[in-house]
């Protein structure tokens, strides 16, 4: 069994920056790819970042990529995602979570995710 706790969630206006980070505890994420999502009120929850086991390889939805980075760290068995130049339209739910295969590769949909935080908010001010 995984628990992951999101943290860094806030409030901040547009054009400003956050650092999410993602813990892990109960085991190694280290094999696996882990993932960030989104869900804002009255939407489907959306893929916003992956990246592989090792880091080699990340992944990114349109709508954030180059704001947006994501990145992990074995030895704390966390995971991170650094968002520049934040829009009204990132405020979201953000929630991490672990893919249910080893990482080689990076994963994009809802289902090839095992185990999910319970999300942190974040709200851009216009």
């Known amino acids: 069994q995984v628990q992951l706790v999101e943290s860094g969630g806030g409030l901040v206006q547009a054009g400003g920056s956050l650092r999410l980070s993602c813990a892990a505890s109960?085991?190694?994420?280290?094999?696996?790819?882990l993932g960030w999502f989104r869900q804002a009120p009255g939407k489907e929850r959306e893929f916003v970042a992956s990246?592989?086991?090792?880091?080699?390889?990340?992944s990114y939805a349109d709508s954030v990529k180059g704001r947006f980075t994501i990145s992990r760290d074995h030895a704390k068995n966390a995971m991170y995602l650094q968002m520049n130049n934040l829009k009204p339209e990132d405020t979201a739910i953000y929630y991490c979570?672990?893919?249910?295969?080893?990482?080689?590769?990076?994963?994009?949909?809802?289902?090839?995710?095992?185990?999910w935080g319970q999300g942190t908010q974040v709200t851009v001010s216009s």
């Open positions: 979570a672990t893919s249910r295969l080893y990482g080689t590769e990076t994963y994009r949909a809802i289902a090839d995710y095992a185990y």
């Open positions: 990246i592989n086991w090792n880091g080699a390889n990340t």
């Open positions: 109960g085991r190694t994420l280290h094999v696996h790819s």
